[in-house]
Protein backbone atom coordinates (compact mmCIF):
# COMPACT_ATOMS: atom_id res chain seq x y z
CA UNK A 1 0.00 0.00 0.00
CA UNK A 2 1.28 3.20 -0.76
CA UNK A 3 1.52 6.29 2.00
CA UNK A 4 -2.04 7.82 2.22
CA UNK A 5 -1.48 11.54 2.74
CA UNK A 6 -3.86 12.57 5.39
CA UNK A 7 -4.78 16.22 4.16
CA UNK A 8 -7.27 16.27 7.68
CA UNK A 9 -3.33 15.35 9.81
CA UNK A 10 -2.23 17.98 8.04
CA UNK A 11 -4.69 20.98 8.14
CA UNK A 12 -4.89 20.26 11.79
CA UNK A 13 -1.34 20.90 12.16
CA UNK A 14 -1.68 23.82 10.58
CA UNK A 15 -5.12 25.10 12.49
CA UNK A 16 -2.53 24.98 15.76
CA UNK A 17 0.17 26.99 14.09
CA UNK A 18 -3.20 29.25 13.16
CA UNK A 19 -4.73 29.44 16.77
CA UNK A 20 -1.41 30.70 17.82
CA UNK A 21 -1.15 33.20 15.02
CA UNK A 22 -4.82 34.43 15.76
CA UNK A 23 -4.68 34.60 19.79
CA UNK A 24 -1.36 37.53 18.59
CA UNK A 25 -3.65 39.47 16.23
CA UNK A 26 -4.95 42.52 18.27
CA UNK A 27 -8.72 42.21 15.64
CA UNK A 28 -10.86 39.39 15.41
CA UNK A 29 -10.37 38.76 11.38
CA UNK A 30 -14.07 38.67 9.50
CA UNK A 31 -15.01 36.67 6.25
CA UNK A 32 -18.28 37.90 4.16
CA UNK A 33 -19.50 35.16 2.05
CA UNK A 34 -21.41 35.93 -0.94
CA UNK A 35 -23.53 32.84 -1.93
CA UNK A 36 -25.53 33.53 -4.96
CA UNK A 37 -28.89 30.92 -6.50
CA UNK A 38 -29.14 27.49 -4.07
CA UNK A 39 -26.53 25.54 -5.73
CA UNK A 40 -26.50 22.16 -3.00
CA UNK A 41 -22.64 22.39 -3.71
CA UNK A 42 -22.27 25.83 -2.80
CA UNK A 43 -24.53 25.54 -0.09
CA UNK A 44 -22.25 23.17 1.28
CA UNK A 45 -19.03 24.05 0.63
CA UNK A 46 -20.16 27.61 2.00
CA UNK A 47 -21.91 26.08 5.36
CA UNK A 48 -18.95 24.35 5.69
CA UNK A 49 -16.26 27.14 5.30
CA UNK A 50 -18.90 28.82 8.00
CA UNK A 51 -18.15 25.90 10.52
CA UNK A 52 -14.77 25.94 10.84
CA UNK A 53 -14.40 29.72 10.90
CA UNK A 54 -16.84 29.67 14.02
CA UNK A 55 -14.63 26.50 15.37
CA UNK A 56 -11.50 28.43 14.63
CA UNK A 57 -12.94 31.55 16.72
CA UNK A 58 -13.07 33.42 13.35
CA UNK A 59 -16.10 36.02 12.40
CA UNK A 60 -17.86 35.34 9.28
CA UNK A 61 -21.19 36.23 7.72
CA UNK A 62 -23.27 34.52 4.57
CA UNK A 63 -25.02 36.58 2.28
CA UNK A 64 -27.38 35.17 0.15
CA UNK A 65 -28.25 36.47 -3.00
CA UNK A 66 -30.92 35.22 -5.60
CA UNK A 67 -29.77 33.75 -8.84
CA UNK A 68 -31.91 36.35 -10.73
CA UNK A 69 -29.21 39.14 -8.98
CA UNK A 70 -27.61 41.78 -11.38
CA UNK A 71 -24.07 41.96 -11.91
CA UNK A 72 -24.33 45.28 -10.99
CA UNK A 73 -26.30 44.36 -7.78
CA UNK A 74 -23.20 41.73 -7.17
CA UNK A 75 -20.89 44.27 -7.68
CA UNK A 76 -22.66 47.12 -5.11
CA UNK A 77 -22.84 44.46 -2.90
CA UNK A 78 -18.76 43.85 -3.55
CA UNK A 79 -18.00 47.46 -2.88
CA UNK A 80 -20.20 47.97 0.06
CA UNK A 81 -17.84 45.27 1.81
CA UNK A 82 -14.61 46.67 -0.01
CA UNK A 83 -15.28 50.14 2.11
CA UNK A 84 -16.66 47.93 5.60
CA UNK A 85 -13.83 48.31 7.91
CA UNK A 86 -14.81 45.78 9.86
CA UNK A 87 -14.47 43.07 7.21
CA UNK A 88 -11.26 41.28 6.13
CA UNK A 89 -11.96 39.11 3.91
CA UNK A 90 -14.75 38.51 0.75
CA UNK A 91 -14.99 35.22 -0.91
CA UNK A 92 -17.77 34.93 -3.79
CA UNK A 93 -18.44 31.28 -3.87
CA UNK A 94 -18.62 30.06 -7.37
CA UNK A 95 -19.80 29.17 -9.73
CA UNK A 96 -22.25 32.10 -10.52
CA UNK A 97 -25.02 32.15 -12.44
CA UNK A 98 -25.24 32.27 -16.25
CA UNK A 99 -24.93 35.87 -17.63
CA UNK A 100 -22.72 37.28 -14.74
CA UNK A 101 -19.34 37.76 -15.46
CA UNK A 102 -17.44 36.30 -13.32
CA UNK A 103 -14.12 37.87 -14.43
CA UNK A 104 -15.61 40.87 -13.63
CA UNK A 105 -17.09 40.24 -10.41
CA UNK A 106 -13.73 39.10 -8.94
CA UNK A 107 -11.74 42.03 -10.15
CA UNK A 108 -14.27 44.42 -8.17
CA UNK A 109 -12.74 42.90 -5.14
CA UNK A 110 -10.00 44.86 -3.06
CA UNK A 111 -6.60 42.35 -3.55
CA UNK A 112 -6.36 42.71 0.16
CA UNK A 113 -9.78 41.41 0.39
CA UNK A 114 -9.50 38.33 -1.95
CA UNK A 115 -8.62 35.92 0.31
CA UNK A 116 -9.26 33.30 -2.67
CA UNK A 117 -6.30 34.92 -4.13
CA UNK A 118 -8.28 35.18 -7.82
CA UNK A 119 -8.30 38.87 -7.90
CA UNK A 120 -5.69 39.30 -11.08
CA UNK A 121 -3.36 41.44 -9.04
CA UNK A 122 -2.81 38.78 -6.56
CA UNK A 123 -2.72 35.85 -9.54
CA UNK A 124 -0.11 38.34 -11.52
CA UNK A 125 1.81 38.94 -8.23
CA UNK A 126 1.78 34.64 -8.10
CA UNK A 127 2.70 34.48 -11.20
CA UNK A 128 6.03 36.81 -10.22
CA UNK A 129 6.86 34.86 -7.79
CA UNK A 130 5.37 37.34 -5.07
CA UNK A 131 2.53 35.82 -3.85
CA UNK A 132 0.30 37.40 -1.51
CA UNK A 133 -3.39 35.71 -1.26
CA UNK A 134 -2.72 32.30 -2.83
CA UNK A 135 -5.66 30.09 -4.11
CA UNK A 136 -6.31 27.83 -1.45
CA UNK A 137 -6.43 24.38 -3.02
CA UNK A 138 -2.90 24.26 -4.66
CA UNK A 139 -1.64 26.29 -1.52
CA UNK A 140 -3.24 23.21 0.38
CA UNK A 141 -1.00 20.61 -1.90
CA UNK A 142 2.39 22.67 -1.18
CA UNK A 143 1.16 22.27 2.41
CA UNK A 144 0.43 18.53 2.27
CA UNK A 145 3.83 17.49 0.13
CA UNK A 146 5.79 19.55 2.72
CA UNK A 147 4.12 17.96 5.24
CA UNK A 148 5.33 14.65 4.36
CA UNK A 149 8.65 15.90 3.30
CA UNK A 150 7.79 14.70 -0.07
CA UNK A 151 10.75 16.51 -2.35
CA UNK A 152 9.41 19.04 -4.76
CA UNK A 153 12.64 20.64 -6.28
CA UNK A 154 13.97 18.92 -9.17
CA UNK A 155 11.17 16.58 -9.29
CA UNK A 156 9.16 16.25 -12.60
CA UNK A 157 5.41 17.54 -11.86
CA UNK A 158 2.75 17.03 -13.85
CA UNK A 159 -0.77 19.21 -13.54
CA UNK A 160 -3.65 17.83 -15.40
CA UNK A 161 -6.11 20.86 -15.86
CA UNK A 162 -5.04 24.43 -16.12
CA UNK A 163 -8.21 26.36 -14.32
CA UNK A 164 -7.40 29.88 -12.74
CA UNK A 165 -8.64 27.88 -9.37
CA UNK A 166 -6.33 24.88 -9.43
CA UNK A 167 -3.94 23.63 -12.58
CA UNK A 168 -2.58 27.18 -13.39
CA UNK A 169 -1.32 28.23 -9.78
CA UNK A 170 -0.84 24.78 -9.01
CA UNK A 171 1.46 24.71 -11.74
CA UNK A 172 2.71 28.35 -10.59
CA UNK A 173 3.69 26.97 -7.24
CA UNK A 174 5.26 24.02 -7.88
CA UNK A 175 7.58 26.22 -10.58
CA UNK A 176 8.18 28.28 -7.07
CA UNK A 177 9.82 25.25 -5.81
CA UNK A 178 11.99 24.40 -8.77
CA UNK A 179 10.24 21.66 -10.10
CA UNK A 180 10.28 20.74 -13.71
CA UNK A 181 6.49 21.30 -14.60
CA UNK A 182 4.31 19.98 -17.17
CA UNK A 183 0.73 21.20 -17.42
CA UNK A 184 -1.61 18.73 -19.61
CA UNK A 185 -5.40 19.30 -20.49
CA UNK A 186 -8.20 17.82 -22.42
CA UNK A 187 -5.96 19.03 -25.64
CA UNK A 188 -3.14 17.09 -24.70
CA UNK A 189 -2.01 14.15 -26.58
CA UNK A 190 -1.42 10.68 -25.42
CA UNK A 191 -1.85 12.15 -21.85
CA UNK A 192 -1.36 8.62 -20.20
CA UNK A 193 2.52 8.75 -22.16
CA UNK A 194 2.81 12.33 -20.36
CA UNK A 195 0.94 11.70 -16.71
CA UNK A 196 3.48 8.43 -16.19
CA UNK A 197 6.40 10.54 -16.57
CA UNK A 198 5.75 12.20 -14.00
CA UNK A 199 7.16 12.34 -10.20
CA UNK A 200 4.28 14.16 -8.87
CA UNK A 201 0.89 14.12 -10.35
CA UNK A 202 -1.44 16.66 -9.63
CA UNK A 203 -4.89 15.83 -11.10
CA UNK A 204 -7.48 18.10 -10.98
CA UNK A 205 -9.64 17.19 -14.30
CA UNK A 206 -13.61 16.99 -12.92
CA UNK A 207 -14.00 12.99 -14.20
CA UNK A 208 -14.59 10.60 -11.60
CA UNK A 209 -12.13 8.02 -11.21
CA UNK A 210 -10.53 9.02 -14.42
CA UNK A 211 -6.41 8.43 -13.85
CA UNK A 212 -5.93 4.25 -13.51
CA UNK A 213 -2.45 3.05 -12.75
CA UNK A 214 -1.74 2.72 -16.83
CA UNK A 215 -1.13 6.43 -16.33
CA UNK A 216 0.84 6.63 -13.09
CA UNK A 217 4.53 5.87 -12.49
CA UNK A 218 5.84 3.05 -10.15
CA UNK A 219 6.38 4.98 -6.76
CA UNK A 220 5.08 8.43 -7.75
CA UNK A 221 2.86 10.83 -5.37
CA UNK A 222 -0.35 11.19 -6.73
CA UNK A 223 -2.58 13.96 -5.49
CA UNK A 224 -6.00 14.25 -6.42
CA UNK A 225 -8.31 16.90 -6.10
CA UNK A 226 -11.95 15.82 -7.61
CA UNK A 227 -14.81 14.94 -6.25
CA UNK A 228 -17.81 13.57 -7.43
CA UNK A 229 -20.70 11.51 -5.99
CA UNK A 230 -21.07 8.37 -7.71
CA UNK A 231 -23.47 5.86 -7.04
CA UNK A 232 -23.75 7.67 -3.78
CA UNK A 233 -20.04 7.40 -3.21
CA UNK A 234 -17.07 10.47 -2.86
CA UNK A 235 -14.85 9.43 -5.13
CA UNK A 236 -11.78 11.76 -6.93
CA UNK A 237 -10.61 12.04 -10.59
CA UNK A 238 -7.78 9.20 -9.38
CA UNK A 239 -9.19 5.55 -9.34
CA UNK A 240 -7.91 5.10 -5.75
CA UNK A 241 -7.67 1.19 -5.45
CA UNK A 242 -6.49 0.55 -8.47
CA UNK A 243 -3.56 3.25 -8.33
CA UNK A 244 -2.80 2.26 -5.01
CA UNK A 245 -1.34 -0.63 -6.68
CA UNK A 246 1.33 1.45 -7.88
CA UNK A 247 1.52 5.37 -6.45
CA UNK A 248 4.22 5.67 -3.99
CA UNK A 249 2.16 8.33 -2.09
CA UNK A 250 -1.44 9.13 -2.80
CA UNK A 251 -4.25 11.87 -1.56
CA UNK A 252 -7.37 9.77 -0.38
CA UNK A 253 -11.11 11.45 -0.92
CA UNK A 254 -12.73 12.37 0.62
CA UNK A 255 -9.78 13.41 3.80
CA UNK A 256 -6.89 14.63 1.08
CA UNK A 257 -6.78 17.73 -0.49
CA UNK A 258 -10.43 18.90 0.32
CA UNK A 259 -9.62 19.12 4.06
CA UNK A 260 -6.62 21.62 2.96
CA UNK A 261 -8.59 23.82 1.42
CA UNK A 262 -10.47 24.91 4.18
CA UNK A 263 -7.77 25.09 6.35
CA UNK A 264 -5.70 27.62 3.58
CA UNK A 265 -8.65 29.64 3.32
CA UNK A 266 -8.56 30.15 7.25
CA UNK A 267 -4.58 31.02 7.15
CA UNK A 268 -5.59 33.38 4.18
CA UNK A 269 -8.33 35.12 6.44
CA UNK A 270 -5.63 35.49 9.17
CA UNK A 271 -3.33 36.94 7.09
CA UNK A 272 -6.04 39.45 5.62
CA UNK A 273 -6.19 40.71 9.03
CA UNK A 274 -3.13 40.98 9.85
CA UNK A 275 -2.24 42.71 6.98
CA UNK A 276 -4.77 45.50 7.65
CA UNK A 277 -3.29 45.89 11.00
CA UNK B 1 18.61 22.29 -43.71
CA UNK B 2 15.74 23.33 -41.62
CA UNK B 3 13.19 26.39 -42.73
CA UNK B 4 14.56 29.37 -41.44
CA UNK B 5 12.10 31.25 -39.13
CA UNK B 6 12.70 34.88 -40.52
CA UNK B 7 11.42 37.22 -37.65
CA UNK B 8 12.29 40.41 -40.20
CA UNK B 9 10.10 38.88 -42.29
CA UNK B 10 7.44 38.37 -39.93
CA UNK B 11 7.92 41.78 -38.28
CA UNK B 12 7.62 43.44 -41.91
CA UNK B 13 4.09 41.79 -42.67
CA UNK B 14 3.01 42.95 -38.70
CA UNK B 15 4.01 46.77 -39.39
CA UNK B 16 2.13 46.47 -42.72
CA UNK B 17 -0.92 45.77 -40.76
CA UNK B 18 0.26 48.19 -37.93
CA UNK B 19 0.74 51.27 -39.97
CA UNK B 20 -2.91 50.75 -41.45
CA UNK B 21 -4.33 50.53 -37.89
CA UNK B 22 -2.05 53.70 -37.13
CA UNK B 23 -3.71 55.40 -39.76
CA UNK B 24 -7.62 55.24 -38.48
CA UNK B 25 -6.13 56.18 -35.03
CA UNK B 26 -7.40 59.64 -33.85
CA UNK B 27 -4.19 60.01 -32.39
CA UNK B 28 -0.12 59.48 -32.61
CA UNK B 29 0.77 57.42 -29.99
CA UNK B 30 3.62 58.43 -27.77
CA UNK B 31 5.84 56.05 -25.44
CA UNK B 32 8.38 57.72 -23.04
CA UNK B 33 11.44 55.30 -22.17
CA UNK B 34 13.25 55.49 -18.45
CA UNK B 35 16.77 54.30 -19.12
CA UNK B 36 18.62 54.15 -15.50
CA UNK B 37 22.46 54.62 -15.90
CA UNK B 38 24.50 53.72 -18.87
CA UNK B 39 24.37 50.21 -19.54
CA UNK B 40 25.53 49.56 -23.03
CA UNK B 41 23.24 47.31 -24.10
CA UNK B 42 20.19 49.07 -22.69
CA UNK B 43 21.34 51.75 -24.29
CA UNK B 44 21.51 49.96 -27.47
CA UNK B 45 17.66 48.00 -27.35
CA UNK B 46 16.06 51.95 -26.22
CA UNK B 47 18.18 53.65 -28.96
CA UNK B 48 16.85 50.82 -31.11
CA UNK B 49 13.22 50.94 -29.56
CA UNK B 50 12.92 54.75 -30.52
CA UNK B 51 14.48 54.31 -33.48
CA UNK B 52 11.32 52.27 -35.09
CA UNK B 53 9.06 54.72 -33.21
CA UNK B 54 10.08 57.44 -35.55
CA UNK B 55 10.14 54.67 -38.33
CA UNK B 56 6.66 54.05 -37.63
CA UNK B 57 5.72 57.76 -37.09
CA UNK B 58 5.11 56.93 -33.32
CA UNK B 59 6.48 59.65 -30.76
CA UNK B 60 9.03 58.69 -28.12
CA UNK B 61 11.05 60.25 -25.38
CA UNK B 62 13.82 59.19 -23.99
CA UNK B 63 14.27 60.04 -20.33
CA UNK B 64 17.76 59.17 -18.89
CA UNK B 65 18.49 58.95 -15.61
CA UNK B 66 21.70 58.74 -13.15
CA UNK B 67 22.36 55.25 -12.00
CA UNK B 68 22.44 57.30 -8.60
CA UNK B 69 18.74 57.84 -8.83
CA UNK B 70 16.81 56.48 -5.87
CA UNK B 71 13.55 54.54 -5.65
CA UNK B 72 11.23 57.29 -5.06
CA UNK B 73 12.64 59.86 -7.50
CA UNK B 74 12.43 56.63 -10.27
CA UNK B 75 8.38 56.12 -8.84
CA UNK B 76 7.79 59.65 -8.64
CA UNK B 77 8.83 60.24 -12.30
CA UNK B 78 6.43 57.25 -13.13
CA UNK B 79 3.66 58.75 -11.17
CA UNK B 80 4.17 62.24 -13.24
CA UNK B 81 4.12 59.75 -16.69
CA UNK B 82 0.93 57.90 -14.95
CA UNK B 83 -0.55 61.65 -14.75
CA UNK B 84 0.25 62.92 -18.25
CA UNK B 85 -2.37 62.21 -20.67
CA UNK B 86 -0.12 62.90 -23.60
CA UNK B 87 1.70 59.61 -22.58
CA UNK B 88 0.38 56.55 -23.65
CA UNK B 89 3.12 53.74 -23.04
CA UNK B 90 5.47 53.70 -20.50
CA UNK B 91 8.73 51.91 -20.45
CA UNK B 92 10.95 51.26 -17.61
CA UNK B 93 14.01 49.77 -19.64
CA UNK B 94 15.27 46.27 -17.32
CA UNK B 95 18.01 45.59 -15.82
CA UNK B 96 17.42 48.53 -12.70
CA UNK B 97 20.50 49.24 -10.97
CA UNK B 98 21.05 46.99 -7.70
CA UNK B 99 19.50 48.80 -4.79
CA UNK B 100 16.02 49.37 -7.16
CA UNK B 101 13.17 47.12 -5.98
CA UNK B 102 12.05 46.36 -9.60
CA UNK B 103 9.01 45.03 -8.62
CA UNK B 104 7.93 47.83 -6.61
CA UNK B 105 9.22 50.38 -9.91
CA UNK B 106 6.86 47.86 -12.37
CA UNK B 107 3.97 48.05 -9.78
CA UNK B 108 3.70 51.59 -10.19
CA UNK B 109 3.13 51.82 -14.11
CA UNK B 110 -0.71 52.47 -14.84
CA UNK B 111 -1.76 49.16 -16.02
CA UNK B 112 -2.97 50.89 -18.99
CA UNK B 113 0.28 52.53 -20.07
CA UNK B 114 2.43 49.24 -19.19
CA UNK B 115 3.01 48.32 -22.89
CA UNK B 116 5.89 46.08 -21.70
CA UNK B 117 3.01 43.90 -20.16
CA UNK B 118 4.85 43.46 -16.62
CA UNK B 119 2.88 45.00 -13.96
CA UNK B 120 1.49 42.47 -11.56
CA UNK B 121 -2.69 42.81 -13.09
CA UNK B 122 -1.30 42.71 -16.91
CA UNK B 123 0.32 39.78 -15.61
CA UNK B 124 -2.27 38.36 -14.02
CA UNK B 125 -4.93 38.77 -16.57
CA UNK B 126 -2.77 36.98 -19.12
CA UNK B 127 -2.53 34.05 -16.69
CA UNK B 128 -6.35 34.37 -16.72
CA UNK B 129 -6.10 33.68 -20.11
CA UNK B 130 -7.59 37.62 -20.80
CA UNK B 131 -4.56 39.29 -21.84
CA UNK B 132 -4.36 43.07 -22.00
CA UNK B 133 -0.75 43.98 -22.69
CA UNK B 134 1.32 40.58 -23.55
CA UNK B 135 5.23 40.85 -22.80
CA UNK B 136 7.14 41.61 -26.47
CA UNK B 137 9.58 38.82 -26.42
CA UNK B 138 6.92 35.79 -25.97
CA UNK B 139 4.31 37.51 -27.84
CA UNK B 140 6.40 37.68 -31.40
CA UNK B 141 6.93 33.75 -30.52
CA UNK B 142 3.65 33.47 -31.27
CA UNK B 143 3.30 36.01 -34.52
CA UNK B 144 6.21 33.92 -35.96
CA UNK B 145 4.73 30.52 -35.35
CA UNK B 146 1.63 31.79 -36.64
CA UNK B 147 3.09 33.39 -39.72
CA UNK B 148 4.88 30.11 -40.62
CA UNK B 149 1.88 28.09 -39.56
CA UNK B 150 3.50 25.58 -37.57
CA UNK B 151 0.53 24.29 -35.01
CA UNK B 152 0.95 25.26 -31.38
CA UNK B 153 -2.27 23.39 -30.57
CA UNK B 154 -1.46 19.82 -29.36
CA UNK B 155 1.86 20.35 -29.76
CA UNK B 156 4.51 19.44 -26.44
CA UNK B 157 5.83 22.70 -25.84
CA UNK B 158 9.19 23.21 -23.63
CA UNK B 159 10.48 26.41 -22.35
CA UNK B 160 13.53 26.47 -21.01
CA UNK B 161 13.76 29.47 -18.64
CA UNK B 162 11.11 30.69 -16.16
CA UNK B 163 11.83 34.96 -16.18
CA UNK B 164 8.74 36.68 -16.21
CA UNK B 165 9.72 38.76 -19.27
CA UNK B 166 9.88 35.39 -21.01
CA UNK B 167 9.92 32.00 -20.00
CA UNK B 168 6.82 32.14 -17.52
CA UNK B 169 4.69 34.16 -20.63
CA UNK B 170 5.62 32.15 -22.90
CA UNK B 171 4.23 28.91 -21.26
CA UNK B 172 0.97 30.78 -20.79
CA UNK B 173 0.55 31.81 -24.05
CA UNK B 174 1.52 28.10 -25.47
CA UNK B 175 -1.33 27.04 -22.70
CA UNK B 176 -3.85 29.48 -23.78
CA UNK B 177 -2.99 28.21 -27.09
CA UNK B 178 -3.80 24.80 -26.03
CA UNK B 179 -0.42 23.49 -26.42
CA UNK B 180 0.76 20.37 -23.33
CA UNK B 181 3.59 23.45 -21.86
CA UNK B 182 6.89 22.02 -19.93
CA UNK B 183 8.82 24.77 -17.97
CA UNK B 184 12.19 23.34 -17.25
CA UNK B 185 14.93 25.74 -15.79
CA UNK B 186 18.32 25.29 -14.23
CA UNK B 187 17.06 23.04 -11.59
CA UNK B 188 15.49 20.68 -14.10
CA UNK B 189 17.13 17.02 -13.99
CA UNK B 190 18.33 15.39 -17.11
CA UNK B 191 16.95 18.79 -19.30
CA UNK B 192 18.58 16.91 -22.37
CA UNK B 193 15.55 14.27 -21.85
CA UNK B 194 13.23 16.73 -21.20
CA UNK B 195 13.73 19.39 -24.63
CA UNK B 196 14.31 16.42 -27.05
CA UNK B 197 10.71 15.17 -26.54
CA UNK B 198 9.45 18.49 -27.64
CA UNK B 199 7.62 19.55 -30.65
CA UNK B 200 8.69 23.23 -29.86
CA UNK B 201 11.18 24.01 -27.96
CA UNK B 202 11.77 27.62 -26.77
CA UNK B 203 14.65 28.86 -25.05
CA UNK B 204 15.78 31.47 -23.04
CA UNK B 205 18.28 30.17 -21.18
CA UNK B 206 20.95 32.61 -21.33
CA UNK B 207 23.97 30.49 -22.38
CA UNK B 208 25.61 31.22 -25.45
CA UNK B 209 25.45 27.73 -27.83
CA UNK B 210 24.26 26.29 -25.05
CA UNK B 211 21.16 24.32 -26.52
CA UNK B 212 22.76 21.14 -29.24
CA UNK B 213 21.28 18.70 -31.68
CA UNK B 214 21.51 15.83 -28.97
CA UNK B 215 18.69 18.29 -27.10
CA UNK B 216 16.56 19.11 -29.84
CA UNK B 217 14.13 16.14 -31.23
CA UNK B 218 14.41 15.41 -35.28
CA UNK B 219 11.77 18.03 -37.12
CA UNK B 220 11.39 19.68 -34.17
CA UNK B 221 10.98 23.79 -33.83
CA UNK B 222 13.53 25.25 -31.69
CA UNK B 223 13.01 29.04 -30.76
CA UNK B 224 16.00 30.81 -29.59
CA UNK B 225 15.35 33.84 -27.61
CA UNK B 226 19.10 34.61 -26.26
CA UNK B 227 21.68 36.79 -27.72
CA UNK B 228 25.16 37.06 -26.61
CA UNK B 229 28.47 38.78 -28.11
CA UNK B 230 30.96 36.05 -28.59
CA UNK B 231 34.29 36.56 -30.15
CA UNK B 232 32.80 39.43 -32.02
CA UNK B 233 30.24 37.40 -33.46
CA UNK B 234 26.42 37.73 -31.99
CA UNK B 235 24.77 34.12 -30.86
CA UNK B 236 22.20 32.37 -29.32
CA UNK B 237 21.10 30.17 -26.46
CA UNK B 238 21.40 27.62 -29.22
CA UNK B 239 24.07 26.35 -31.61
CA UNK B 240 22.23 27.10 -34.69
CA UNK B 241 24.75 25.00 -37.08
CA UNK B 242 24.37 22.47 -34.90
CA UNK B 243 20.99 22.37 -34.61
CA UNK B 244 19.96 22.85 -37.88
CA UNK B 245 20.98 19.35 -38.63
CA UNK B 246 18.15 18.41 -36.85
CA UNK B 247 15.49 20.71 -36.66
CA UNK B 248 12.57 20.92 -38.73
CA UNK B 249 12.28 25.20 -38.26
CA UNK B 250 14.55 27.25 -36.16
CA UNK B 251 14.57 31.19 -35.68
CA UNK B 252 18.26 32.70 -36.02
CA UNK B 253 20.36 35.02 -34.72
CA UNK B 254 20.25 37.82 -35.26
CA UNK B 255 17.27 37.90 -36.98
CA UNK B 256 14.68 35.86 -35.18
CA UNK B 257 13.10 36.44 -31.97
CA UNK B 258 14.56 40.32 -31.77
CA UNK B 259 13.06 41.57 -34.50
CA UNK B 260 9.57 40.55 -33.58
CA UNK B 261 10.53 41.84 -29.64
CA UNK B 262 10.13 45.58 -30.95
CA UNK B 263 7.32 44.84 -33.57
CA UNK B 264 5.19 43.80 -30.80
CA UNK B 265 6.17 46.80 -28.25
CA UNK B 266 4.88 48.69 -31.37
CA UNK B 267 1.75 46.53 -31.28
CA UNK B 268 1.19 47.58 -27.39
CA UNK B 269 1.62 50.96 -28.01
CA UNK B 270 -0.30 51.28 -30.71
CA UNK B 271 -3.08 49.76 -28.70
CA UNK B 272 -2.41 51.77 -25.76
CA UNK B 273 -3.21 54.71 -27.37
CA UNK B 274 -6.86 52.94 -28.23
CA UNK B 275 -7.34 51.79 -25.39
CA UNK B 276 -6.97 55.93 -24.47
CA UNK B 277 -9.47 57.12 -27.12
Redesign the interface.
Known amino acids: MPLILDGKKVAESLYQKLLLELSMLPVVPKIVFLLVGEDPASQTYVRSKGKKCQDMGLLSETQLLPVTVTEEELVGRIQALNKDKSVHGILVQLPLPAGINK?RVLREIDPRKDVDGL????????????PRFIPCTPAGIVEILRFYSIPI??S?VTVVG?S?IVG?PA??LM?MN????????S???DLAR?TSAADILIVAIGKPKFVTKEMVKEGATVIDVGIHRVDGKIVGDVDFENVSQRAGAITPVPGGVGPMTIAMLMKNVTQAASLRE
Open positions: QHPENQGRLFQGEEGKREKAQLNATVQICHKTKE
